[in-house]
Antibody, heavy 120, light 108 residues
Framework: EVQLVESGGTLVQPGKSLRLSCAAS????????MHWVRQAPGKGLEWVSG????????AYADSVKGRFTISRDNAKNSLFLHMTSLRVEDTALYFC?????????????WGQGTLVTVSS | DIQMTQSPSSVSASVGDRVTITCRAS??????LAWYQQKPGQAPKLLIY???TLRNGVPSRFSGSGSGTEFTLTISSLQPEDFATYYC??????????FGGGTKVEIK
């Protein structure tokens, strides 16, 4: 069974930085695109960022462009999200999600999420 | 970016009812649409992709249709485990993926 385990979420002040990690197992990690999707408390889903298997294509939602950086380490089966200049509106549960094989544009496996709270 | 508009935002239904949820895209996305189910406290689950392809293991009472800008998720006979929030997601380009606002299916 595919496993995705996020970590790194915590309470952080506005303007600060934070790095999220996602440990993947039970599948060939470097065959798949990976994404971060977030969900603010009581709200809907928002795609944040995606990265292809080779890191050749990287994309961001407009709301985080220039502040967040996605990366991956295929040797360690890990996905990362480096978040800077955090804002109150970045408060959310951040999910790591696997892109479907091939296009990578839909999300077929999800972690349970890690909670980021931005507050002074 | 492509905007996705889901309707209704909530629906009250009984076990055995047929439920239909609509998703409209602000521009042509061909068949690049998926549907997800999310229950409280859980991660979303992929139900349908490519507008109408049922993911392995998803009950056949779920079906998807549409292309271009208008799409539909239908639950043919609502079961107790189907009460959840459903989201559509467009995937016209890897560079900009977006979700609809969600539809909560509640018990009548």
């Amino acid at each position: 069974e595919v496993q995705l385990v996020e970590s790194g979420g915590t309470l952080v002040q506005p303007g600060k930085s934070l790095r999220l990690s996602c440990a993947a197992s039970n599948f060939t990690f470097d065959d798949y695109a990976m994404h971060w999707v977030r969900q603010a408390p009581g709200k809907g889903l928002e795609w944040v960022s995606g990265i292809t298997w080779s890191s050749g294509t990287i994309a961001y939602a407009d709301s985080v462009k220039g502040r967040f950086t996605i990366s991956r380490d295929n040797a360690k089966n890990s996905l990362f999200l480096h978040m800077t200049s955090l804002r109150v509106e970045d408060t959310a549960l951040y999910f790591c999600a696997r892109g479907v094989y091939g296009s990578g544009r839909h999300f077929d496996s999800w972690g349970q999420g890690t909670l980021v709270t931005v507050s002074s | 970016d492509i905007q996705m508009t889901q309707s209704p935002s909530s629906v009250s239904a009984s076990v055995g009812d047929r439920v239909t949820i609509t998703c409209r895209a602000s521009q042509d996305i061909k068949f690049w649409l998926a549907w997800y189910q999310q229950k409280p406290g859980q991660a979303p689950k992929l139900l349908i992709y490519g507008a109408y392809t049922l993911r392995n293991g998803v009950p056949s009472r779920f079906s998807g249709s549409g292309s271009g800008t208008e799409f539909t998720l239908t639950i043919s006979s609502l079961q107790p485990e189907d009460f959840a929030t459903y989201y559509c997601q467009q995937a016209n380009s890897f560079l900009a993926l977006t979700f609809g606002g969600g539809t909560k299916v509640e018990i009548k």
